[in-house]
């Protein structure tokens, strides 16, 4: 197959009408290719959803893998990492947070933000095995540089039996390896918001049957939403050695990132007839709010809880200062035995400061009789002046996790098994101040008002807040110890697989919150039992055409996080752990000029915690969803298309008043059409133009669908020119401007006063050196 024909895909039971489809597309094709293809046929190999992350031929796969090329990261050009997982079919991306920081969500299954069901990891194994602690979910914790070979994006399939047993999403990502050639790349861009980055790699050999590879980069920046200083700081090195044995491979490598950016937030909204005159590239934190006092309660020394206020930068946004080592050792031994190891340690910081905005914009003279003010450095403010309470909020998580996936493999003639043992224990040490409101001047740089400018006694300054406080001191820890089996056989073009995993995980937590006192006000220890399952049958009738079909049965077990928020139904007996069942129907068409990968799915979750951190209430849902996700690929001539398409259709099944409502924050469907057209020169030059148009029906900002949230349109615009060793590229994402939300208030009841809309458009230019 051509390597431009590979983008996963799947089919589920509800989507028959794909099948109908699929023949249209077989009966054109042909016609406008009676010619050779260009390339001859390339055969993509995944390593992720298979026991021990064995590799596997792309098209033989029984489960929905979508795989992303270099190539393709490069023309994405994502603003981060979470950015570059719009390019899966069903998943949906809040990536207008910033650099860290998003909501994603997958295949209809329920959240109320960040990423509870998916898992980023390098070279098999996650980046962190919990894959969301309140303000910090996983893609956090990885940053997209030129080191990176691929992403592999995996979704349900076998997913819930390997590794940490996600039951929704695991991206990925593979890093380069060294060859007997020393190649590399050096790349400059810069932006129309003032973006400073160097991006460098170099890869060769070392010795016999040794090879390295380094990488990384340095940047700096004020950011899309300009902050009017350098919000966005950041540099990465990346090391991978590997080792050709006689009868394997081994590696090691090493990636160190300190990384953050401005945390961007929800924008006051036209509501209550005031128009705010804020559009997307506001961003209220700058140079003269950034130091914030913050109210820090802690034990007084006498039983109670006493307040002290400690300065923080709310500049420093969201991020990461930490490192992952990893390395894996690959063994042949013999007879149609397979030995794999693998092994990472993740360990560092993920901070989190910004001002959160509570309820509606106001004028001033609403909140003080109608008089003017002033702010805090002595800024005269008119009583017609909009302001609105801000809470400077600050998260600080130290995290460690040791994870280890190791299996032996056996291959006879017709079938083939594996037995596995993944273990890993992750850490967190934690503290939080979040609430804090204060009455600030609405705007890029607005200050907090005097005390004296309103009425209510809550701007004073030794009062901690106007709103709400939540603190929190917490420390926690978790071990994981799964055994699993997998097997195959293969009768003629059928192949049938399964595997089971028998897990125990134990959890030990205990908090201190609320006005905190310096005694935990709650304790966790837990020992629980749980076995996962997979099934599936593929056929590939043709050496370009197969279907499959496919069964799992998995959970979530509650994190950290579940067992505080849900305290009082965990003391009440319930184990918190949530149950998903889905089922697959995929096809699979795989030609030279053309690709379709095409997966029906439908899911059940009992049990879903729904908690907004500083939320009224919180619940436990139960949910169902059926959709199809589409992954396809034409190519005539120099003109390439793909399609990414998700039709799906999320409902809350839980008894109440949301039942068969559609699940929060997840468009019923979305589509991605990317054309992109070659131009040939002379002397060895090319040039490449290309574009994305994104359609995004409406959603809803809440369970209780009282917040619609309207679709809208996105387009993207590129062209990367090669001259000889030189290339420049330039991207233009959002080129029309479209002003557009992505999520409401989740913290509202009712109608939300605010939002956050997608990124503004912006302009990156790059120039590079490949040797």
Same mark, same amino acid.
């Given at each position: ?25 077989? #009966? ?25 992350? #064995?590799?596997?031929?792309? =098209?033989?796969? $029984? =489960? ?15 603003? $981060? ?9 069903? !998943? ?13 969500? &997958?295949?209809? =299954? ?66 380069? @390896? ?68 006689? *009868?394997?491979?081994?590696?090691? =490598? ?30 209220? !934190? ?7 006092? +913050? ?60 001002? !959160? ?59 083939? &098994? ?6 890993? $224990? ?14 600030? +001047? ?59 995993? %028998?897990? *125990? ?30 099934? #599936? ?109 998700? %039709?799906?259709?999320? @409902? ?32 060895? +030059? ?30 993207? !615009? ?5 001259? $000889? ?27 939300? #006063? ?18």
């Amino acid at each position: 197959m051509n390597k431009n024909t590979h983008i996963a895909n799947h089919v589920n039971p509800a989507t028959c009408f794909i099948f109908l489809l699929t023949p249209l597309v077989t #009966a054109l094709m042909p016609s406008a290719y009676a010619q050779e293809p260009p390339l001859p046929a390339i055969e993509e190999m995944i390593v992720t959803g298979t026991p021990g992350g #064995a590799s596997l031929r792309k =098209f033989d796969a $029984s =489960f929905a893998i979508s795989t992303v090329s270099e190539e393709e990261i490069n023309q994405v050009a994502p603003a $981060s990492t979470a950015d570059l997982l719009k390019t899966i079919p069903g !998943v949906w991306v809040e990536s207008s947070g910033g650099i860290s920081g998003a909501n994603i969500f &997958v295949r209809g =299954f329920p959240s109320g933000g960040d990423a509870d069901f998916v898992t980023v990891a390098i070279n098999g194994l996650p980046v962190y095995p919990a894959p969301t602690l309140s303000f910090m979910e996983n893609s956090t914790l990885f940053r997209i540089d030129e080191t990176i070979a691929r992403m592999e994006g995996l979704r349900g399939g076998p997913n819930p039996v390997y590794a940490n047993g996600q039951v929704g999403l695991t991206t990925n990502f593979i890093l380069k @390896e060294g060859g007997e050639d020393t190649t590399g790349s050096i790349k400059y861009s810069t932006s129309d918001y003032d973006l400073q980055r160097i991006d460098g790699v170099a890869s060769g050999k070392l010795d016999d049957d040794l090879y390295y590879m380094i990488g990384g980069y340095v940047s700096s920046s004020p950011g899309v939403r300009d902050a009017g200083f350098n919000a966005e700081e950041g540099h990465q090195f990346t090391v991978n050695i590997t080792k050709i044995l006689d *009868n394997g491979k081994a590696n090691i =490598f090493h990636r160190l990132t300190d990384d953050h950016g401005t945390w961007y937030l929800p924008v006051a909204l036209d509501v209550n007839g005031i128009d705010t005159g804020l559009d997307a590239e506001y961003t209220q !934190v700058g140079p003269r709010n950034r130091h914030a006092l +913050v109210p820090v309660s802690g034990p007084d020394g006498m039983g109670g809880s006493a307040i002290s206020w400690e300065e923080f930068d709310m500049g420093k946004g969201r991020g990461w200062d930490g490192s992952v080592t990893g390395g894996a050792i690959e063994l042949d031994l013999g007879n149609d035995w397979t030995f794999i190891d693998r092994f990472s340690l993740t360990k560092g910081a993920a901070n989190t400061h910004g001002f !959160v905005p509570q309820g509606a914009a106001v004028t001033l003279g609403s909140l003080n009789g109608g008089v003017a003010g002033e702010t805090v450095s002595g800024t005269d403010v008119a009583a017609n002046d909009l302001v609105q309470m801000f809470g400077p909020w600050v998260v600080h998580k130290d995290i460690k996790t040791f994870n280890n996936d190791l299996s032996l493999s056996k291959r006879w003639q017709d079938f083939k &098994v594996t037995l596995g043992y993944y273990s890993s $224990s992750w850490e967190v040490d934690e503290w939080w101040s979040i609430g804090n409101q204060k009455w600030y +001047v609405l705007g890029h740089n607005g200050e907090q008002l005097t005390a004296d400018s309103i009425t209510d006694d809550c701007q004073d300054a030794g009062e901690p807040t106007c709103g709400f406080k939540y603190d929190v001191r917490a420390l926690g820890d978790a071990r994981e110890n799964a055994f699993y089996i997998a097997g195959e056989t293969y009768i003629g073009a059928l192949t049938l697989d399964a595997g089971v995993r %028998i897990v *125990n995980r134990e959890t030990n937590y205990s908090v201190d919150d609320g006005l905190r006192d310096g005694r935990d006000d709650f304790f966790v220890e837990t020992d629980e039992d749980k076995v996962s399952y997979t099934a #599936a049958a593929n056929w590939n009738f043709t050496d370009d055409m197969g279907v499959f079909v496919r069964i799992n049965d998995g959970h979530k077990y509650p994190d950290f996080d579940a067992y505080r928020d849900f305290r009082g139904d965990f003391n009440l007996g319930s184990d918190l752990i949530i149950d998903v069942t889905q089922y697959e129907l995929g096809y699979k068409l795989a030609r030279d000029f053309y690709s379709l990968y095409a997966t029906g799915f439908a899911n059940e979750t009992k049990g879903q915690p729904f908690c907004d951190v500083g939320g009224a209430t919180c619940e436990r849902l139960e949910t169902e969803a059926i959709g199809i996700e589409i992954d396809g690929n034409l190519l005539l001539g120099n003109l390439t298309l793909d399609l990414n398409a998700t %039709i799906q259709e999320p @409902e809350i099944t839980s008894a109440g008043p949301d039942d068969g409502n559609q699940v929060q924050r997840q468009p019923t469907h979305q589509l991605r059409l990317t054309p992109s057209y070659l131009l040939e020169f002379a002397n060895g +030059v090319s040039a490449s133009i290309y574009g994305t148009w994104t359609l995004v029906s409406d959603r809803y900002g809440d369970n209780a669908n009282t917040n619609e949230l309207d679709g809208y349109d996105k387009f993207d !615009v590129g062209m990367l020119v090669n001259i $000889s060793d030189l290339s420049v590229q330039l991207s233009v994402d959002n080129l029309t401007d479209e002003l557009a939300l992505t999520e409401s208030d989740p913290r509202a009841v009712g109608a939300s #006063a605010n939002g956050r809309y997608i990124l503004p458009r912006s302009v990156k230019l790059t120039l590079g050196y490949h040797f």
